[in-house]
Nanobody
Framework: QVHLVESGGGAVQAGGSMTISCSMSGITWRMWSVGWFREAPGKEREGGAGIDSYDNPVYAGSVRGRFSNSAADGKTTHYLKMNSLEPENTGGYYC?????????????????????WGQGIQVTVTS
C-alpha cells in the first residue's frame, strides 16, 4: 500500500543545481523516517540525506554543505536540493521510507533492510 514516486532528475551541467522530489502515499504510520540514496554503476547504494522520525535532518559527509533535504505535506513529500553538482554525483537516486521510531545520527549502511523504495530517477551531471 505504501508507494513512493520520485520526480525530477535529468541532466545538469557541473556547478548547477537541481531539486528532486519524492511523493509518498498510503502511509498510515504514526512516525517514520525518510531518506535519499544514490546508486552509481558498479557501486553500492549509499545514503546521502535523510530525516529521522523526530524530524532531525542528517547528511553524508560527502554532500554535507552542498545538499539539503526537507519535508512537506505532513512528511509525505521529501525534497532533495542539490547545489554545486559535480560529475561524481551522477547516478540513480532513490527515495526510501522506514516506519517507526528511529533516531539517525548518520545515514544507514544497511540499506538492504529498507522495505519501501521509489523506482529511482537518473541524475546525470555533465562536465
Amino acid at each position: 500500500q505504501v508507494h513512493l514516486v520520485e520526480s525530477g532528475g535529468g541532466a545538469v551541467q557541473a556547478g548547477g543545481s537541481m531539486t528532486i522530489s519524492c511523493s509518498m502515499s498510503g502511509i498510515t504510520w504514526r512516525m517514520w523516517s525518510v531518506g535519499w540514496f544514490r546508486e552509481a554503476p558498479g557501486k553500492e547504494r549509499e545514503g546521502g540525506a535523510g530525516i529521522d522520525s523526530y524530524d532531525n535532518p542528517v547528511y553524508a559527509g560527502s554532500v554535507r554543505g552542498r545538499f539539503s533535504n526537507s519535508a512537506a505535506d505532513g512528511k509525505t513529500t521529501h525534497y532533495l536540493k542539490m547545489n554545486s553538482l559535480e560529475p561524481e554525483n551522477t547516478g540513480g537516486y532513490y527515495c526510501a521510507a522506514v516506519s517507526g521510531v528511529s533516531t539517525m545520527t548518520a545515514m544507514p549502511k544497511k540499506y538492504r533492510v529498507i522495505r519501501h523504495w521509489g523506482q529511482g530517477i537518473q541524475v546525470t551531471v555533465t562536465s
